[in-house]
């Protein structure tokens, strides 16, 4: 354990949907399950999210309206936190004074914190439009605006909003955005994108963390949204299909005899990294898939390194020297690959 | 060739809802703004290019019931193909369920005694996971006992998973005429191209309409495989459809399999598994082609 690892806390109101969000990207609970499966937050839960080399970090599920950080030891060595709110609960007066009390105690531990509010629970009858949501959207950050004037000092703070569904792709992309203000080699990452779709003509790259299907990182050519929720849509699609015909216990029961050995970790850890191996078994270094689209549009995967995927759009005509861009993708690899192990071990 | 189904249930039980999602290419969460049927909706869907389903999506409520077997009647159960009798699994009044129940049963043996007849336990989901095979079989148990004598199948279905795709695809093969046949054709295709498994399902809503292995029991896949790939690649169909792109085909490998699923004849879409790594990917597909064209040739327009 030689640096700790950067912390993400989830902040909000009661029932805003905070544990709801930690549960379906990490946990992999569907969305409605949410509806009954989740009690109220009694105590701040932990989860160590380390499933790929490059994004690890400690994700913080808070209880809702907590307020003991007035003695802020929490925010000390923190870089961001996360506040969730609920769209379908107005007014929002209270919930953003307390937004801004919170951003007013972190700032004074650490200026440059990064806020990042999630305009949470975006679906459903009142938000069938995109207008409706943009509506609310505005009529947050006029609020917060406003609320922070009569505080002393908040004028540079780094408040970022993003409007989220767990029912849709928006907490994905927008948790991604969290996550890769966290990544140290952001920067290179996406260089190394850059030249990779520069070569081969492609038209997107996305790198992403197969487990919770956050990106970590992409070219600099703009997100257009249908085509990372494609992408997105395709992790889904690799990991179910290998996990039906590609489960390595499937082919090979001499490895369940070998696999019987395991008792070394009753311990509660050790426990759950052993089943989420397992579990995550059937992504393997020759994970690879192509999906083709009749708008002349291949979506490419490629297994990177443990559990990250490259994942790009690429038009069938450059797809056809799929030798190239074997290449190319082998390349980025080995560059990936260098980066973690100076990095060094985790 | 028209077939009529009747889908009957308690209201709220969840036959807009299924029907939604097989045939109309709905979400499972689109489902929560559905408004109560009313009386009876037709709706006519085309399978497999020209046999044609004539739903009856009949609305639950009590009232509606009453018409069903007095005025209605005949009108409701005559010449009835397939009956699908919808059970929710959170009912608040189990008994006027089975009133209901052996009423419907009553009318078809009277009207059409040939009809097959199809129980869904539905919205399982709301169960817990470890209590579902008991709950379930108590269940079918008592709809036995309701039976009349009438031979029914029944399945545990809900939306939010893949045995809403196995109970309609088990539902749907029953009024495919040439089914043995077809069948037939897999089997040879599948030893010829040295595949561990091949599976076929209708395009539209891409349930699965006959599948065939070879060595499957050294395999010990999943037996709720078929109906999970249709649930996939449903669900992925469907998010292309919103970037206004058709999907065509996919290739998925890892270290121990290639699975290929490609758009096959003018109503099919097919899948081939392939764990022999001797085999090369060109051969398969050039299997996949040649096999295209003799399906196309004996099953176009049957
Ligand atoms: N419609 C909708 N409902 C949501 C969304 N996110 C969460 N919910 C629902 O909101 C309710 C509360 O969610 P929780 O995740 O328990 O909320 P919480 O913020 O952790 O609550 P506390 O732990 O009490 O602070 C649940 O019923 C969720 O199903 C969303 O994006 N849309
Ligand atoms: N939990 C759960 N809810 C379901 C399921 N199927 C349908 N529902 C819900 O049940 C409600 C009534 O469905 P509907 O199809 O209108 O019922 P109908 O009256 O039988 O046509 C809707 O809110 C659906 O979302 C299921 O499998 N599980
Ligand atoms: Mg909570
Ligand atoms: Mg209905």
């Known amino acids: ?35 009954f499966r989740l009690e109220s937050t009694p105590t701040p839960q932990h989860l160590i999210v380390d499933t790929n080399r490059l994004s690890q970090f400690e994700l913080i599920d808070f209880p809702g309206d907590w307020d003991e950080a ?120 996406e260089s190394l994108l850059n030249v990779l779709v520069e070569r081969n003509g492609m038209e997107k790259a996305f790198l992403f963390d197969v487990a919770s299907k956050l990106y970590i990182s992409t070219d600099s050519n703009p997100v257009d949204a249908a085509g990372y929720e494609l992408c997105s849509d395709m992790i889904d699609v690799v990991l179910d299909v290998s996990g039906i015909y590609g489960g390595r216990h499937n082919s090979d029961s001499n490895r369940e005899i070998d696999d019987g050995s395991k008792g070394e970790g009753e311990g509660g850890e050790q426990d759950k990294s052993v089943t989420e191996e397992e579990k995550n078994g059937y992504y393997d270094s020759e994970s690879c898939a192509a999906i083709h689209l009749s708008n002349g549009i291949v979506l490419y995967l490629k297994e990177v390194e443990s559990m990250l995927a490259l994942v790009c759009l690429t038009r069938e005509e450059s797809f056809g020297r799929r030798g190239l861009v074997d290449y190319n993708i082998g390349v980025f690899k080995e560059a990936i690959k260098k980066m973690i192990e100076v990095a060094g071990p985790k | 060739m028209k077939k009529k189904v009747l889908l009957m249930g308690k209201a709220h039980s969840g036959k807009t809802s299924m029907r939604s999602i097989i045939f109309a290419n709905y979400l499972a969460r689109d489902t929560m703004r559905l408004s109560p049927t009313l009386d009876v909706e037709h709706h006519h869907v085309r399978f497999l290019g020209n046999l044609v389903l004539n739903l009856w999506d009949c609305g639950g409520q009590d009232a509606f019931y009453e018409s069903y077997f007095e005025r209605d009647r005949e009108t409701i159960f005559r010449s009835v193909e397939l009956l699908i009798y919808v059970f929710d699994i959170e009912s608040d009044n189990p008994e006027k369920d089975f009133d209901h129940f052996s009423g419907v ?125 249709s649930n996939i690649v449903k669900q ?67």
Not at chain 1, 9 to 32: D, E, N, T
Not at chain 2, 182 to 189: A, E, G, N, Q, V
Not at chain 2, 275 to 281: A, F, H, V
Request: proline residues 3%.
């Open chain 2, 105 to 229: 049963l009553e009318a078809i043996e009277e009207n059409s005694p040939d009809a097959r007849i199809f129980v869904l336990v539905h919205k399982m989901d709301l169960v817990h996971e470890d209590e579902r095979d008991v709950i379930f079989e108590d269940r079918q148990r008592i709809i036995q006992a309701h039976s009349r004598g009438l031979s029914l199948q029944c399945f545990a279905t809900s939306i939010w998973d893949e045995t809403l795709y196995k109970a309609w695809s088990e539902i749907v093969t029953n009024l495919i005429p040439n089914i043995q046949l077809l069948k037939t054709h897999l089997d040879d295709f599948c030893r010829i191209s040295d595949a561990d498994e091949v599976v076929l399902f209708e395009r539209a809503t891409f349930l699965v309409i006959a599948h065939t292995s070879q060595n499957a029991a050294q395999h010990n896949f999943d037996a709720h495989r078929f109906e999970k790939i």
């Open chain 1, 70 to 189: 007035s003695n802020n030891p929490i925010f000390l060595g923190l870089s961001c936190f996360v506040f969730v709110l609920d769209a379908q609960d107005e007014p929002y007066d209270l919930v953003l004074s307390y937004l801004t009390n919170l951003i007013s105690k972190a700032t004074k531990v650490n200026p440059r914190i990064h806020v990042h509010v999630f305009i949470n629970k975006v679906d459903g009858e009142l938000f069938l439009s995109e207008e409706a949501k943009y509506d609310c959207r505005r009529d947050i950050v006029s609020l917060v605006q406003e609320e922070m004037e009569t505080f002393q000092g908040l004028d540079n703070v780094n408040v970022e909003y993003y409007l989220t569904s767990i029912y849709d792709h928006s907490v994905y992309e927008s948790f991604s955005k969290v996550v890769q203000k966290l990544v140290p080699a952001l920067n290179t990452i």
């Open chain 1, 1 to 35: 354990m030689s640096s700790p690892l950067p912390k993400v806390l989830l902040f909000g109101p009661r029932r805003s949907g905070k544990s709801s969000i930690k549960q379906v990207l990490f946990s992999k609970m569907s969305p409605h399950e949410t509806l």
């Open chain 2, 236 to 302: 992925f169909k469907l998010s292309c459809g919103k970037t206004q792109a058709g999907f065509q085909g996919m290739e998925v490998k890892n270290s121990l399999f290639s699975a290929f699923i490609d758009a096959f004849t003018e109503n099919t879409y097919i899948m081939v598994i392939v764990s022999d790594p001797q085999i090369e990917t060109a051969a398969t597909l050039i299997n996949i082609k040649n096999a295209r064209e003799h399906f196309e040739k004996n099953f176009a327009r049957s």
